[in-house]
């Protein structure tokens, strides 16, 4: 059983910036390919970046493309969002998402996921 402990949310001003961590255990980083999702109020879970279980391939949603980075320690067992540039539509809580399978180019369907955390809240606002 693979368990994820997200952290880092907080409310922001438009401009600002945060960093998400997720920190996993039951299996080895190695094992893992992981993603960041999150929801607003009223919608679907979108996801916004994924990370191959090495570490060396990312990919992102069109929406946080270049203000969003995603990266991982696998020594430390621990998955980052670095967020810059937020903007109030990137308030929405943020989810931490983990897979054993192969999952690109499927990466963003939520419903390929097996694991996941309980969330943290982002808020962007003046």
């Known amino acids: 059983q693979v368990h994820l402990v997200e952290s880092g949310g907080d409310s922001v001003q438009p401009g600002g910036s945060l960093r998400l961590s997720c920190e996993f255990s039951?299996?080895?980083?190695?094992?893992?390919?992981m993603s960041w999702f999150r929801q607003a109020p009223g919608k679907e879970r979108e996801g916004v970046a994924h990370?191959?279980?090495?570490?060396?391939?990312?990919y992102y949603a069109d929406s946080v493309k270049g203000r969003f980075t995603v990266s991982r320690d696998n020594a430390k067992n621990m998955l980052y969002l670095q967020m810059n540039s937020l903007r109030p539509e990137d308030t929405a809580i943020y989810y931490c998402?983990?897979?054993?399978?192969?999952?690109?180019?499927?990466?963003?369907?939520?419903?390929?996921?097996?694991?996941w955390g309980q969330g943290t809240q982002v808020t962007v606002s003046v």
């Open positions: 998402a983990a897979e054993t399978r192969f999952l690109a180019p499927n990466w963003s369907r939520a419903s390929m996921y097996t694991y």
């Open positions: 039951g299996l080895p980083g190695s094992r893992l390919h």
């Open positions: 990370i191959y279980n090495s570490g060396f391939t990312t």
